[in-house]
């Protein structure tokens, strides 16, 4: 059986999108008040837009699925997207709507596992290209082994990340819909193929990035390792929080430097 299960999906024209959810919305009276945000940053880490508001003050602007905060300064350009529960589908979901409420910039900020052995938690790693090995993308898509991230996105985030004073690197990740069916086969075809981080949403926004001609990439901060084809976790979360701060506040400064 092929997939999707639809021969040739991707070339076919939608039933409806996201511009009628979008519409539903305003005729409801349910759009968030940051209805025309011109950059977006999707945060995985749920605290932390509320936990760092005083460094980078928002407001809540509402629920799409999750909390959306709006950025006080600049007023009205810069939304942030968090608890929504991550994965491909839900992340396009809301990246869609995002695409038809004019959204001109998406970056993801996420954590995930480490494939490489010279990386360990906290490293942070920008995300030039991800592997589809999640569903999302092949409704929107024809079939293929990766789905590429925006190149001039990719070198803002890292400028902005080294400019905050860390270190970063650039790379593939795995994005993948099943994180308990990792195997050891898979991942050491990936480690000898480079990659170097496996997650859950890098290849669906960036499917809907390329489908609607909007910039977008993503950042993962290493959190637990399969690098020696088992899974070892960190005894402290300090350094993966401070990356996950230090990201936040870099993916701030870029969007609105755009």
Known sequence: MSFPIYPDKHKLQELYGARE?????????????LSVPEGVLFCLERGLPWRLRWRFPVTRAGG???????LKKPKDKIGIMTGFGGGSPMTVELA?????MGVKSMILMTWGGILQSDLKPGDIVVIDKA???EGTSYHYLPPAKYV???????DQLIAAIKARGRA????TTWTTDAPFRETVEEIRQYQSEGVKTVEMESAGL????????IPTVSVVIGMDSLAELR???????????????LVYAAALDVLKNR
């Not at 869609?96 to 038809?100: L, S």
């Not at 899974?231 to 701060?245: A, D, H, K, T, Y």
Request: proline fraction near 3%; charged fraction near 25%.
């Open 21 to 33: 959810i979008v519409g539903y919305r305003k005729q409801i009276g349910r759009m968030p008040s």
């Open 64 to 70: 799409m699925n999750g909390d959306l905060y709006a």
């Open 96 to 100: 869609e709507e995002f695409a038809a």
């Open 131 to 133: 592997i589809r090995d």
């Open 148 to 154: 590429e991230a925006n190149t001039e996105l990719v």
């Open 168 to 171: 970063c690197s650039r790379g």
């Open 206 to 213: 960036f499917t809907v990035g390329q489908v609607r001609n």
């Open 231 to 245: 899974w070892q976790v960190p005894e402290r979360l300090n350094e993966i929080l401070r990356s996950l701060e």
